[in-house]
């Protein structure tokens, strides 16, 4: 009898799953929306699950298949998501109506991960106003200004690494750990106020760490994948994305240095520092070691991998593209002859083709390769198609604005697969259908501290060395198929050489002038 109840107990259970995952993969067919047809629990997501694409390749070919919708329906697993690919609309939903879709969906379970789902990303609501509000002058030119300095410091202790191991024969490097490296470093003296040469101390535990928390591997993969799709599930089976001793030795760092800096007064240009400041305020938000370090952590987190990531697209590319590398590097020379080898922070800002070059690095390879949206308001949507109708999409509902694919679309970018430029000095660029770190109010509140670090992690690297090919580096970069990460599938590989240039503020061997 016992035996007969739970066959009927697992049949009715198995019978509410398929109709619950049934009504779900039905959602676009009922709205009449352009969508691809999906497979009971994969929806759309089966070719890159079976690692016939990567993730971002996937979803711009479906992309690609609706050149006449404003949007389309994707089913990322169970889960359906409209996605938007007309500019205007994006425009709308991301700025005009923000109120409505002012939320990130959560990757991580709050009760399994208490301080990330604190931080700025994971906040939503009043409370997420609350914070942007209180960060924000982390990130203003004057801060910017002063943080210069320090990330320049890291910068040269990068150059000065390169330059001593590769010398004139050169040396190839795998630039995912060396860049890193100088991320780490510019990211913990930026946010943590903690000075750490990951090159002369390549064990050092702020770095050893970092690399832990980030490394993707398919275990990781899979803990990501549970808590994005299955998040219930997750919770039962206990997976934290991050350990307990990760979580403890950055609370222990916060919470140090907050002491420190009250004890002898220490002020520095950082977001611990605001995020002290507001204990000495009448009105507004206080906050918590638990809420201070959860901001610091996921900023680092961002400035280890995400950003360092980016850098290592950014040296490929002018790596393999010898005459962008020349003209770069005129500009560069150009700089340390006007400030007698001290580049200063307005110098590195005026930098045009620097900036075109980055810029054109992050069109290829946009950081967030999709933005996404949570809807809080119902809000009507205008058709998809122009024989379409209108459709009320719901709170609860998920928008991706496909970033790779509208930075890879002919329409908007001519020969978008070119590493061109060009396309960025000729003013030829929608800002609309540009979005490597976001859009609206929700945007990337690091961005210009990102685009800080790669212009001066550029700017030293080119000044005394020469990127160049090896038999390993990827050109063209073929996109990993086995992560969620845009990644290649080789790996980040390029031979660094130092110059013998005698540009002033050098020295014949590449070797800098002592004392900048």
């Not at 999906?38 to 070919?61: C, D, W």
């Not at 697993?77 to 996605?83: A, D, E, L, N, R």
């Not at 110098?347 to 946009?366: C, F």
């Not at 604005?401 to 430029?421: G, I, M, N």
């Amino acid at each position: 009898m016992e035996l007969s109840t739970l066959l009927l107990t697992i049949l009715a259970a198995s019978i509410c799953l398929y109709y619950f995952v049934l009504r779900k993969l039905s959602y676009f067919e009922q709205l009449k929306i352009p969508h691809v047809k999906p497979v009971p629990l994969l929806g759309n997501m089966a070719p890159f699950i079976f690692q016939r694409t990567s993730h971002m390749e996937h979803v711009q070919r479906i992309y690609n298949l609706f050149s006449n919708a404003k949007y389309f329906g994707l089913y990322d697993f169970i889960t359906p998501t409209f996605v938007i690919r007309d500019p205007d609309l994006i425009s709308t939903i991301a700025i005009k109506k923000f109120d409505n879709f002012c939320d990130h969906n959560n990757f991580l379970n709050e009760t399994l991960e208490p301080m990330v789902s604190k931080s700025l990303f994971d906040l939503k609501g009043d409370h997420w106003r609350e914070m942007r509000k209180l960060l924000s002058p982390s990130f203003t030119s004057s801060k910017m200004k002063m943080m210069f300095g320090l990330i320049s410091q890291c910068a040269e202790n990068f150059a000065d690494f390169v330059i001593t191991k590769s010398g004139n024969t050169g040396e190839t490097y795998d630039m995912k750990d060396i860049l890193g490296r100088y991320a780490n470093d510019a990211v913990a003296t930026c946010a943590f106020g903690i000075s750490v040469d990951s090159f002369k101390h390549p064990n050092n535990e702020f770095y050893l760490l970092a690399k832990k928390a980030m490394t993707f591997d398919n275990w990781m993969a899979f803990k990501f994948f549970l808590h994005k799709n299955f998040p219930t599930l997750a919770k039962l089976l206990n997976l934290k994305m991050f350990g307990l001793k990760i979580e403890n030795f950055f609370k222990d760092i916060v919470s140090n240095t907050v002491k420190v800096r009250d004890e002898k007064g220490i002020v520095r240009p950082d977001m611990i520092q605001l995020m002290m400041e507001t204990r000495n305020k009448d009105s507004g938000p206080e906050f918590d070691i638990d809420e201070m370090t959860a901001q610091a952590f996921v900023f680092f987190l961002a400035g280890f991998d995400s950003l360092s990531t980016a850098m290592c697209f950014v040296t490929n590319e002018v790596g393999v593209n010898p005459d962008i590398q020349s003209k770069l590097r005129e500009e560069i020379d150009d700089v340390v002859r006007q400030t007698n080898g001290k580049p200063t922070y307005e110098a590195i800002n005026r930098m045009k083709y620097l900036d075109a070059v980055i810029n054109e690095t992050l069109r290829l390879y946009p950081p967030g390769t999709f933005i996404d949206r949570k809807c809080v308001k119902e809000t009507e949507l205008p058709p998809a198609t122009s024989d379409g109708e209108p459709v009320m999409i719901k709170p609860g509902d998920n928008i991706w604005f496909p970033a790779y694919s509208l930075h890879r679309d002919p329409k908007y970018y001519p020969q978008p697969d070119k590493f061109d430029p060009e396309r960025f000095l000729n003013n030829d660029v929608d800002n609309l259908v540009y979005m490597p770190f976001g859009i609206g109010p929700r945007i990337c509140i690091g961005n210009r501290f990102a685009l800080m670090e790669t212009k001066i992690m550029l700017f030293y690297l080119l000044w005394h060395c020469d990127l160049e090919p090896d038999v390993k580096t990827a050109n063209p970069i073929v996109l990993t198929k086995k992560s969620f990460a845009m990644l290649p599938d080789k790996g980040f590989w390029l031979k660094l050489r130092t110059r013998e240039s005698k540009t002033p503020g050098t020295q014949s061997s590449g070797q800098r002038v002592e004392g900048q």
